[in-house]
Nanobody, 123 residues
Framework: QVRLVESGGGSVQAGGSLRLACAASGYTYCMAWFRQFPGKEREGVASIDSFNRLPYYDDSVKGRFTISRDNAKNTLYLQMDGLKPEDTALYYC???????????????????WGQGTQVTVSS
């Protein structure tokens, strides 16, 4: 099992920016960000492969968020620009070691999960 620890959440005004980070304890093949709204199931935000070459985004964040990873540091990032109040959620990092298609935002395709970091956007 790979341990994942998220950081970088906080409160920001609409139109502002935040950068989330996820530190992994070991190698991962696919990594992704999910978010959970109150009373809802976790929803996919973005995913990326181990080569930092195949980013994949949900339509709700495409053009505003950028996913990337630094394999030397075993760290995943999510740069969030143009934040909106509807982006307010608990954000989770996810990963899996096994190969296959990484262009997926199905939570069942990921094995390991972080504890979450809160993002709050005020209007």
């Amino acid at each position: 099992q790979v341990r994942l620890v998220e950081s970088g959440g906080g409160s920001v005004q609409a139109g502002g920016s935040l950068r989330l980070a996820c530190a992994a304890s070991g190698y991962t093949y696919c990594m992704a960000w999910f978010r959970q709204f109150p009373g809802k199931e976790r929803e996919g935000v973005a995913s990326i492969d181990s080569f930092n070459r195949l980013p994949y985004y949900d339509d709700s964040v495409k053009g505003r968020f950028t996913i990337s990873r630094d394999n030397a540091k075993n760290t995943l990032y999510l740069q969030m620009d143009g934040l909106k109040p509807e982006d307010t959620a608990l954000y989770y990092c996810a990963a899996r070691v096994g190969g296959g298609l990484c262009e997926t935002l199905n939570p069942r395709d990921f094995r390991d999960w972080g504890q979450g970091t809160q993002v709050t956007v005020s209007s």
